[in-house]
């Protein structure tokens, strides 16, 4: 990618982080830079979820160890709502329904949340329906879901459009994408895709968790990691998704029994 | 100074009410004998096992209270009304209220009036709607009977676009007391009607306000009820009788009252009557929020749906306890209850009874209650967008609350609604927990 400063915007150092006493990051390195698009891939349960997590600032895991700074600042020092109001976002695997709150009053507290954070006014009811619905059409979505309550009943896909559209709304610096492809038909895959990727610029970074190489198709990364077992097993560019796509995480197990790993 | 006890005062303020008819003093000499000899029940009563009294019955709110002077601040509803009723300290105020656009299908009149004019019609009505029960509040209502209001569609088919608003005053402020409303609504056959009812106090005083509601066939009266009392006792309590085809639609909010005790009793005398009984309440503090509702299904193909949720922070407390009896005539009887509570504190405490009677076979009956506490991941999701988790958490229970409503059709009054919660859960000390 151009445009690639020398500051990072994400600096994690030897995080580890456990929750009800069992460790399950493992001392992560990661350096992502102002711009950048990371991929972070790895089997089921090697902790990817837990990694976005713990940078969203979700309070059930405690961080026992390592540092992360943010745009040169102390993350793990800020609650959740700070660090969205800093710009972080997380596109979560398994997005939350709230029955009773229509979506578009949670897009506007949202937004208004962090607006108040940055010292700007409340942002204007009209004005906001607007720029709702120019980032509704740039993830294809229905405009009857605003109306409804947050993620009640929306199918799958709906979901995940809808994080992207909360993404889209709240304009983050870091936008951490956990599982954004899952359950998206081949059209709604394309249509998400393009939608990050007109989001994508100089001043952003995104992190995607991904297990497919096909969201990789349409957003190329600059760096792809794999995690296991809580640590980072490899690093590459775009080309190691397409080698995992061929030869599976079997060389996970290797590695580990190579370094005497396994017991 | 001791207060008095409330057996002479009620004693001394019933004999100087000076009745017309036969009809009216019958009931009044009944109702203060009934007082006189039970008085307020005790905790070992089936029905007041969770309702304290015992403050209330130490008699401070005793006294009637003084037609007040001072002129309330005006709370004008976001909503166009047909008409304002204004009862302050339980007298209709003609001079306060505003019946200027009613439409002559429309008719309210005092019961101070008819009490003077019509005491004959007003007894009869009394027995048809409201009759005599073994009630402590309703003793009191009837010993103390002075004004009220009878509100009546008289028109068959006549739909009434824009609600009436009757606004209980409760002023305190100079004494405490209480005060006593009587109010009577009958509602032509096919005809339709929107009530708002809101109750504003001050002081240390006792609201005791009883309703008696009759609907013709195929008649439908939607009633929306908004109590922030303010540190004062309520005492709600409605009698609905239901004809062929009629539907009662009762929304109901109440927060901020020392102690509210919302009593609800609808009876389907018609086939094919729907009531429809929805409510929320915020209690914080030490509040005491307490329901208790009776729909007697008796006869067939009628439907109730009864949807109660409460949200209870710092040491509030709240009851419910609903009865569906379904009468042996009541064949094809649907009818759903539930009620959910959320605790914000460990010490905010909850009491649910749901209770089924059931003497015919063929009837749909469910009910359900839950106690819980907000989803903490929602309150994640919320502020993981930025929202702070105060503000987080008023949004949950906002949510929680304002689902009960969601499902109407009218807007209009649900919003209302919603907003009236909103307004006290912006009050409630929301708990870390
Ligand atoms: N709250 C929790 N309590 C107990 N165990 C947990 C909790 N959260 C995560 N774990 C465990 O931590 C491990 C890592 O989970 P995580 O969700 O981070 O995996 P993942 O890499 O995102 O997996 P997937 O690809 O299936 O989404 C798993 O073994 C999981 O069971
Ligand atoms: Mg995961």
């Keep these: 990618m151009s445009g690639k400063k020398e500051n990072s915007m994400l600096e994690i150092k030897g995080l580890c982080a456990s929750v009800e006493g069992t460790t399950i990051l493992r001392g992560i390195d990661l350096d992502v830079k102002a711009g950048e698009v990371h991929a972070i891939m790895g089997p089921n349960g090697s902790g990817k979820s837990t990694l976005a997590n713990v940078l969203a600032g979700r309070e059930d895991y405690s961080v026992d160890a390592g540092t992360v700074q943010y745009n040169g600042i102390d993350l793990l020092e800020l609650s959740a709502d700070e660090r969205a109001c800093e710009g972080i976002f997380l596109a979560f695997q398994y997005p939350v329904s709230i029955p009773g709150i229509s979506n578009a009053y949670f897009l506007r507290t949202a937004l208004n949340a962090v607006r108040r954070y940055r010292d700007e006014s409340e942002v204007d009811p009209v004005d906001f329906l607007e720029l709702v619905r120019s980032k509704m059409d740039l993830v294809g979505m229905d405009e009857k879901l605003l109306h409804r309550a947050v993620n009640d009943g929306f199918s799958g896909g709906e979901k995940k459009r809808n994080e992207i559209l909360q993404m889209a709304v709240l304009d983050p610096k870091l936008a951490i994408l956990d599982e954004t492809d899952s359950g998206l038909d081949i059209d709604a895959l394309r249509i998400v895709a393009e939608g990050v990727n007109a989001l994508r610029k100089e001043e952003r970074s995104i992190v995607v968790v991904t297990h497919y190489q096909r969201l990789l198709d349409y957003i190329v990364p600059d760096h792809v990691h794999v995690l296991s077992d809580g640590k980072i097993a490899r690093s590459g560019d775009k080309s190691l998704a397409l080698e995992l796509e061929k030869e599976g995480y079997s060389w996970l197990q290797a590695d580990d029994a190579k370094a005497g790993n396994n017991a | ?345 460990d010490t905010a405490e909850a009491n649910t009874r749901p209770r089924l009677e059931i003497y015919a076979d063929d009837v749909k009956c469910t009910h359900g209650a839950t106690i819980g506490e907000l989803d903490e991941n929602a309150i994640f999701y919320l502020r993981s967008r930025g929202v702070s988790v105060d503000e987080a958490r008023k949004i949950m229970v906002r949510a929680f609350t304002s689902e009960v409503f969601v499902q109407m059709e009218d807007r209009q009054l649900s919003d209302f609604i919603v907003n009236e919660i909103q307004e006290s859960i912006q009050a409630v000390e929301v708990d870390h927990g």
């Design chain 2, 1 to 345: 100074m001791v207060a008095k006890t409330w057996t002479e005062q009620v004693h001394t303020s019933s004999l100087k009410f000076d009745d017309q008819g036969a009809g009216l003093k019958r009931r009044r000499e009944h109702a203060l004998e009934q007082f006189m000899s039970d008085g307020f029940p005790s905790r070992k009563h089936e029905e007041w096992r969770y309702t304290p009294l015992s403050r209330l019955a130490e008699g401070p709110c005793s006294p009637l209270l003084e037609p007040s002077e001072g002129i309330p601040e005006s709370s004008d509803l976001p909503i166009e009304m047909m008409a304002k009723v204004v009862l302050l300290n339980g007298e209709f105020r003609q001079d306060l209220s505003d019946l200027s656009a009613l439409p002559p299908a429309v008719r309210i009149q005092s019961l101070n009036q008819m009490r003077r004019t019509d005491p004959d019609q007003l007894a009869s009505l009394l027995d048809q709607f409201l009759p005599q029960t073994s009630h402590p509040f309703h003793h009191l209502s009837d010993a103390l009977l002075d004004d009220g209001v009878h509100i009546e569609v008289v028109e068959e088919g006549a739909k009434i676009e824009s609600p009436i608003h009757i606004l209980h005053i409760i002023d305190g402020q100079a004494h405490s007391g209480s005060a006593h409303v009587t109010g009577l609504i009958q509602v032509a056959t096919g005809a339709h009607l929107d009530v708002i009812e809101e109750i504003r106090s001050t002081g240390e005083v006792l609201g005791n306000l009883r309703w008696g509601i009759g609907l013709d066939p195929q008649a439908t009266l939607k009633r929306v009820r908004a109590f922030r009392p303010e540190c004062a006792s309520i005492f709600h309590g409605t009698r609905v009788v239901q004809q062929q085809g009629s539907r009662f639609d009762d929304l109901f909010s109440s927060s901020g009252g020392e102690l509210i005790r919302n009593e609800l009793h609808v009876i389907h005398e018609g086939t094919g009557c729907h009531c429809e009984l929805l409510g929320a309440y915020v209690g914080r503090g030490k509040e005491h929020l307490d329901h208790h509702t009776t729909i007697d299904h008796k006869v067939e193909d009628c439907t109730s749906r009864e949807v109660y949720r409460g949200v209870l922070s710092d040491r509030a407390r709240g009851v419910f306890s609903g009865m569906i009896h379904v009468h042996q005539d009541a064949q094809r009887t649907d009818a759903k209850q539930s009620n959910d509570t959320i605790l914000l504190s």
